[in-house]
């Protein structure tokens, strides 16, 4: 059974345009949510997070926005570029217990 | 340098050998953990442990050991690797166990 689901496996968006990424959970237990980036041949890098008693979070061109009652959360980057390119992961935790991860979405930005 | 470092980089092992794969931060984290990356499955967690002499199953313990002696080492031990085994393995650690993961640059091994 998957608690953290990333339905899209991948997305391609022009540079300059807005990337949104979608990522369902089913635990409504889960209290913190983050969002990972990787490229290839390197380990995911934290990219943004957010508590559950908030609804967005914003760092640069990166965004992120949880709806608790859908138990749904986006991430959004804007502009996008062609250095955005790579899988993102969201995950999820309860209290303190080890992130459960989605399976990802590759994003690719075109020039 | 700190950080958090995997070896090797690359294996390739024949069905049935043991191998380990190694994993070392320098950062005095309590948490460390073990997950699994395949096409279509996302990350998955393996083993992860606590502090030292602490560890428990992930998502996907079987077919894999682990230990931890000293805080800052975490090996993966696979007793008898079978092609269902071949992934790309990435070791992360952290103070608490919710948020905060730095991960490893990964282990791309590859079971003949």
């Known amino acids: 059974d998957q608690q953290v689901k990333q339905n899209s496996p991948s997305l391609s968006v022009q540079e300059g345009r807005i990337s949104i990424l979608n990522c369902d959970y089913t635990n409504s237990m889960f209290d913190y949510f983050l969002w990972y980036k990787k490229y290839p041949a390197e380990g995911p890098t934290f990219l943004i997070s957010?508590?559950?008693?908030?609804d967005k979070n914003e760092d640069g061109r990166f965004t992120v926005f949880l709806n608790k009652s859908a138990k749904h959360l986006s991430l959004h980057i804007v502009p996008s570029q062609p250095g955005d390119s790579a899988v993102y992961f969201c995950a999820a935790s309860e209290g303190n217990t080890p992130l459960v991860f989605g399976k990802g979405t590759r994003l690719s930005v075109i020039a | 340098d700190a950080g958090i470092t995997q070896s090797p980089r690359y294996k390739i092992t024949e069905t049935g050998r043991q191998v380990t794969l190694m994993c070392h931060q320098t950062?005095?984290?309590?948490?460390m953990f073990w997950y699994r990356q395949d096409l279509g499955h996302g990350l998955r967690l393996i083993y992860y442990s606590a502090a030292a002499d602490i560890t428990d199953k992930g998502e996907v313990p079987d077919g894999y050991v682990v230990s931890r002696s000293k805080t800052e080492n975490f090996p993966l031990t696979l007793e008898s690797a079978t092609r269902s085994q071949t992934s790309v393995y990435f070791c992360a650690s952290s103070q608490v166990a919710g948020y905060g993961y730095t991960f490893g640059s990964g282990t791309r091994l590859t079971v003949v």
């Open positions: 950062w005095s984290h309590s948490y």
């Open positions: 957010i508590s559950s008693i908030k």
